[in-house]
């Protein structure tokens, strides 16, 4: 199996690229944006060192589909998707806060509570609650939108409008379609046997209209739990069995890696990234309910530029 971690291409109309955790974001005339789903894979807000086959088609892919089953919602960013890979969507001014919206105490929020932390950006958790237990209503935990090669932060509502991140009137939106988002991507995971944990969104603003960009609902953006099983492992106190990137942070924590400054990213062997391909699939055909489909070609990279040569050729005066 091949990985895709870098790209450096040169399309017509090319203003700048971006290289992020994952995703390599080319600007085109200031207005359109393509964005390369890479097979990176971050944790801890470091890119481990060996990539995941077909993981950026997974992602990329059911970001696609979430995007076309939320447009009802609220704008969002994506125009085409040229390649499996790839999409293309309208440029926006990006938000500097992400929206992180959570159904359940699992992950980092769990690590806080435990360690008797009963307030999360602002928002007050009750006593008594369980891992994995859900709240009685979803909460908004933000962070910031870090710089590359920096560590996002938690913030509250309250900070973000004193820093004036966000005015109140846009940020009263940005609550608003967050929630409506989680609702509806709870139900869609509902309808295939999945609870849908938590998650991020980000928006971004384009001639004064707020868009929903990058990618949604997918596992390197959320967590999903089985329904099947979930109240039993809930009472047990046993870990739920779950599709999402947290068996990998779990993976490293377990081997001595947290991010912080002297530790080393453990080894990553064939088997692991094995591993790693296998549970993308696993979420992939679950929550869409479709069979993935391998795109098998010996050079990723040129098929790429291809594709999306032949799409800005069509689109870009």
């Known amino acids: 199996m091949k990985a895709l971690t870098?790209?450096?291409?040169?399309?017509?109309?090319?203003?700048?690229?971006?290289?992020?955790?994952?995703?390599?974001?080319?600007?085109?005339?200031?207005?359109?944006?393509?964005?390369?789903?890479?097979?990176?894979?971050?944790?801890?807000d470091v890119v481990l060192p060996e990539g995941v086959p077909y993981k950026g088609q997974m992602l990329n892919q059911i970001a696609a589909k979430f995007l076309d089953a939320t447009a009802d919602?609220?704008?969002?960013?994506?125009l085409a998707t040229p390649d499996p890979m790839v999409t293309v969507g309208a440029r926006c001014e990006g938000f500097p806060v992400e929206m992180i919206v959570r159904g359940y105490l699992c992950g980092s929020?769990?690590?806080t509570y435990k360690n008797g932390v009963r307030e999360i950006c602002g928002v007050r958790i009750p006593d008594g609650m369980r891992e994995n237990e859900k709240f009685p209503e979803p909460i908004i935990t933000p962070t910031t939108k870090a710089e590359q090669g920096a560590h996002d932060e938690d913030i509250s509502k309250e900070e973000i409008i004193a820093k004036e991140l966000v005015s109140p009137e846009d940020?009263?939106?940005?609550?608003?379609?967050t929630l409506a988002?989680?609702?509806?991507?709870?139900?869609?995971a509902a309808e295939h046997g999945l609870i849908l944990v938590d998650t991020k969104y980000e928006f971004g603003k384009r001639n004064g209209v707020i868009y929903l960009i990058d990618e949604i609902h997918t596992p390197d953006s959320s967590r999903y739990f089985y329904s099947e099983g979930y109240q039993d492992h809930l009472e047990k106190g046993e870990p739920q069995k779950q599709l999402s990137k947290e068996f990998v942070r779990e993976w490293l924590i377990e081997n001595g890696f947290q991010g912080r400054a002297g530790q080393a990213v453990p080894k990553m062997t064939p088997t692991i990234v094995e591993d790693i391909t296998n549970r993308y699939i696993?979420?992939?055909?679950?929550?869409?309910?479709?069979t993935f489909i391998k795109s098998e070609d010996e050079d990723?990279?040129?098929?790429?530029?291809?594709?999306i040569g032949e799409y800005l050729r069509m689109t870009v005066k």
């Open 282 to 290: 696993e979420l992939f055909e679950h929550i869409t309910g479709e």
């Open 6 to 44: 870098k790209t450096n291409f040169r399309f017509p109309g090319q203003k700048s690229v971006y290289h992020g955790k994952v995703r390599d974001v080319y600007n085109i005339n200031d207005d359109k944006l393509v964005m390369v789903a890479t097979d990176r894979i971050s944790a801890f």
């Open 300 to 307: 990723i990279a040129a098929r790429i530029e291809r594709n």
């Open 73 to 78: 919602i609220c704008p969002n960013w994506k």
């Open 171 to 177: 940020y009263a939106i940005l609550e608003k379609y």
């Open 181 to 188: 988002l989680f609702k509806r991507g709870m139900e869609i």
């Open 109 to 111: 929020a769990w690590r």
